[in-house]
């Protein structure tokens, strides 16, 4: 029903609904597996549909995918939520697939797997809304300190080792080119020692208003390719 809404649900109900989402797939793994052909135009993934709603809220993902965490100095929520996602290994998301039951059951990939985490993390990381086809994101619009270290973070969560989903791969292309000018200066080794330095940690800096994002070398070159 919330996917059919036009409209930008609340920053803390989103939250809240999100995060309730994960726990209870965490205490029942599986739960979120579709059965047989199921129907056009209902996801069962509750997971990716919520976040699908909240790509039109883009503070709401922010906050979201911002592991630091959310609320006053002193009394920050953190939360996993990205790396739940986004990684891999222990600790993270084994995605539902489609379960066709018949002699033998037969399980298909969701062609629409991952649509919704790639339109959350787009606007997550650029305070906009995803862009159609034939969009670019131009003017550069400045980033927040909360929007750059959700860039940082999904990088280091794909790093060189991580395939890309293929519905990830457009968000995040559009994403990463709002950062061309820090991007542009870390491939090429011109950048200043700023963004060495604070390539680890929070992975930003601030040159007068402006934020930087910084990650490794290594890790921003692995992700364009």
């Known amino acids: 029903m919330m996917q059919h809404a ?3 649900f609340d920053d803390q109900f989103l939250y809240d609904l999100g995060d ?32 699908d709603v909240m790509s039109k809220n883009p503070d709401a993902a922010t906050a979201f995918f911002d592991a630091k965490g959310n609320g006053p100095d002193g009394d920050k929520v953190t939360n996993d939520h990205l790396h739940y996602l986004v990684g891999n290994g222990d600790g993270t998301r084994d995605w539902p697939r489609n379960t066709v039951l018949g002699f033998h059951n037969t399980d298909l ?7 919704g985490l790639g ?19 131009w003017p550069v619009t400045p980033h927040t300190d909360a929007q750059a270290r959700v860039m940082h ?7 060189p080792s991580q395939k890309i989903h293929e519905n990830l791969r457009e968000p995040l292309a559009r994403a990463l080119s709002s950062y061309t000018e820090d991007t542009h200066q870390m491939l090429g080794s011109m950048g200043s020692s700023q963004y060495i330095t604070s390539a680890t940690g929070d992975g930003l800096f601030h040159d007068g208003d402006k934020t ?14």
């Open 6 to 8: 036009d409209t930008k």
């Open 20 to 51: 309730d989402l994960i726990s209870a797939e965490k205490k029942h793994p599986g739960i979120f597996t579709m059965w047989g052909a199921g129907h056009d135009g209902i996801d069962t993934d509750a997971i990716d549909g919520l976040l």
């Open 109 to 115: 990939v969701d062609p629409t797997s991952h649509a």
């Open 119 to 137: 339109a959350a993390l787009e606007a997550a990381t650029t305070d906009h809304t995803p862009l159609g086809p034939q969009q670019e994101p």
């Open 153 to 159: 973070d999904v990088i280091g969560e794909l790093g």
């Open 212 to 225: 930087h994002m910084a990650v490794t070398q290594q890790d921003l070159a692995s992700v364009p390719r």
